[in-house]
């Protein structure tokens, strides 16, 4: 079993920069990917970045967040990280950390552990 628990988020204005946290717990020699995902008011689940956990390979970034957010790791703390910057009003959402143990496409269905969600609202 994993246990992921995301911290940080708030309230930013537009422009404005913000970051949230996941602390990881548990078996995580299990863990190929971890991933954000977020869920704005309203709408389904969706995919924001992914980052392979054992390897160095290159993260993955949703079409929306490129060259605005950055996903990061910190393995030998269990850490992982997601740098927001340039926030609009579409950013806001409860932003969720999430763990694969198999190598997963963008969907959440395909993700096997998830923290409880931190919420992120932009202002205008």
């Known amino acids: 079993q994993v246990q992921l628990v995301e911290s940080g988020g708030g309230l930013a204005q537009a422009g404005g920069s913000l970051g949230v946290s996941c602390a990881a717990s548990g078996r995580m020699s299990n863990i190929y990917v971890m991933a954000w995902f977020r869920q704005p008011p309203g709408k389904e689940r969706e995919f924001v970045a992914a980052?392979?956990?054992?390897?160095?390979?290159?993260?993955l970034y949703a079409d929306s967040v490129k060259g605005r957010f950055t996903i990061s790791k910190d393995s030998a703390k269990n850490m992982m990280f997601l740098q927001m910057n340039s926030l609009n009003f579409e950013d806001t959402a409860v932003y969720y950390c999430a763990a694969a143990q198999i190598r997963p496409g963008h969907k959440p269905g395909e993700y096997d552990y998830w923290g409880q969600g931190t919420q992120v609202t932009v202002s205008s």
């Open positions: 980052i392979p956990w054992i390897t160095n390979t290159s993260p």
